[in-house]
C-alpha cells in the first residue's frame, strides 16, 4: 500500500492531460466515481477529479501534440529548485522550470535518467492528495525501465530513496521508501522494462484502487478504454490489471488483497 506519510520523495500528487477532458472525465466517472471540478483562469483551467469533495487527482487539457495524454507521477521536494539541480547533476532533464501555483507550492517538471518524465511539489497550502489507499484513490505507483540499478541509483541520488526486495517466484521486485521511512512506507516498484511484454516503453504507471478488479476491467472496456493486460492475481497483494482510457493515458487498478492475507517485505 502506498505511504501516506507526505515526507520528502514520497508520491503526493498524480494528475493527466488529454484533448477532451469531457469524454475522460465520463470514462473516470463510470471507473471510480470521479466528480471533475473544473479550474478556474486563476490556475489555468486546472481541474480535480474528486470524490464527495475530496482530490483524488488532478487534470489539464492538452492539445497532443503539445503533449501526448499520459498520467504523471508528483514526488515531493523539501526545495524545488535544489531538487532540479539535483536531478541535472544525476543526469535528468528539465520538462518546464521551477513555477510557483499560487499558494499552493511551487513545482517543476523532470525527467530521470533513462528520459522518464516525473514532476516535483513543494508544499504551500495544499499537501497532497486527499484520497489514497481506498477505492477511486491512488494505492501504488510502479516505474518500468530500461536499467533498475541506474533508476535505482538516480533516484536514491535526487531523493534518498533506498530500497527493498520482496522475492517471488521466479525472481524478485524492487520496491522503494522514502529516505527517512522503513519497508512500511514502501509506495512503489521498480521493474524490468524488458520483464513485461505489455510494457514497450519507459514511464511511470500509477495503480488507483477498486473494490472488484474484473467489474472495474469490463466497465472500462464498455466506456471505450483498452485493457492493456486483463486481470492477474498475486497471492498476498490482490488482483490487478493494466488498462488505458480513451485518450490513452495508461495507468493500472488494484484490489487489494484481504489485510490477513496481504505479503509482507
Known amino acids: 500500500m502506498l505511504s501516506t506519510r507526505f515526507v520528502p520523495g514520497a508520491p ?7 484533448p477532451d477532458l469531457d469524454s475522460v472525465s465520463a470514462f473516470y466517472r463510470e471507473l471510480f466515481g470521479w466528480e471533475i471540478q473544473r479550474g478556474g483562469p486563476d490556475v489555468g483551467g486546472y481541474s480535480q477529479f474528486q470524490i464527495s469533495d475530496r482530490t483524488a487527482a488532478g487534470a489539464m487539457a492538452m492539445p497532443a501534440d503539445e503533449a501526448p495524454p499520459a498520467w504523471t507521477l508528483y514526488f515531493r521536494a523539501a526545495d524545488v529548485d535544489a531538487t532540479v539541480k539535483s536531478v541535472e547533476q544525476a543526469g535528468g532533464g528539465t520538462l518546464y522550470a521551477a513555477v510557483d501555483v499560487l499558494d499552493l507550492g511551487r513545482m517543476a517538471g523532470l525527467t530521470d535518467s533513462a528520459g522518464v518524465p516525473f ?38 541520488s535526487v531523493f534518498g530513496w533506498q530500497t527493498t ?22 509506495f512503489g516498484g521498480i521493474v524490468p522494462l ?14 488507483f484502487q477498486v473494490d472488484d478488479c474484473d467489474d472495474t476491467v469490463a466497465k472500462a472496456e464498455r466506456s471505450g478504454g483498452v ?11 490482490g488482483r490487478f490489471a493494466k488498462l488505458a482510457d480513451p485518450a490513452g493515458a495508461r495507468f493500472a487498478v488494484l484490489q487489494p488483497a484481504p489485510p490477513g492475507e ?3 517485505s
Open 194 to 207: 524488458d520483464s513485461d511484454p505489455s510494457e514497450d516503453r519507459a514511464y511511470w504507471l500509477p495503480y
Open 12 to 18: 503526493v500528487w498524480v494528475d493527466m492531460c488529454a
Open 262 to 264: 496481504q505479503m509482507e
Open 227 to 237: 485493457v492493456r493486460m486483463d486481470t492477474v492475481e498475486m497471492p498476498g497483494v
Open 119 to 156: 514532476s516535483v511539489w513543494q508544499q504551500g497550502e495544499l499537501k497532497g492528495l486527499d484520497v489514497l489507499n481506498e477505492p477511486g484513490g491512488l494505492v501504488w505507483t510502479e516505474l518500468y525501465t530500461p536499467d533498475v540499478s541506474a533508476a535505482t541509483s538516480f533516484y536514491g
Open 165 to 186: 526486495e520482496m522475492a517471488f517466484p521466479g525472481g524478485s521486485y524492487t520496491m522503494v521508501h522514502p529516505a527517512d521511512g522503513s519497508p512500511d512506507d514502501m
